[in-house]
């Protein structure tokens, strides 16, 4: 299975974005996606996930981005979403989707880029001031 990030750009302080990450295989079943991002000199961090369990669906942020962003999934085509709003500069980095299928995972867990067995290439956000 393959992950495919895609809808960065170059936007202004305050604009918004929506990131895709569609999977090769719409059969493809995973007990958690997430998305991730990397500024130039740091390391990757945790930016919001879902997790299914028994049913539920869980959705987790980071704080920093805790009612800007919404993350989402289509069912039908399989791919996750990153609606991103009002972007601020340090919001700039590569946004990496991940998804956990070999395990159901606590939700501690889900912050861990070690518990993502797939990965996408990454899509680059920049936000000018």
């Known amino acids: 299975v393959q992950l495919q990030a895609s809808g960065g750009g170059l936007v202004q302080a305050g604009a918004s974005l929506r990131l895709s990450c569609a999977a090769s295989?719409?059969?493809?079943?995973?007990?958690?996606m997430a998305w991730f991002r990397q500024a130039p000199g740091k390391e990757r961090e945790f930016v919001a996930a879902m997790r299914w369990n028994s049913g539920n669906v869980g959705t987790y942020y980071s704080a920093s981005v805790k009612g800007r962003f919404t993350i989402s999934r289509d069912k039908v085509e399989n791919t996750l979403y990153l609606q991103m709003n009002n972007l601020k500069p340090e919001d700039t980095a590569v946004y990496y989707c991940?998804?956990?299928?070999?395990?159901?995972?606590?939700?501690?867990?889900?912050?861990?880029?070690?518990?993502?067995?797939?990965w996408g290439q990454g899509t680059l956000v920049t936000v000018s001031s």
């Open positions: 991940g998804a956990v299928v070999r395990v159901r995972p606590v939700v501690s867990s889900l912050y861990n880029t070690g518990l993502y067995d797939y």
């Open positions: 295989e719409r059969t493809f079943s995973a007990n958690a």
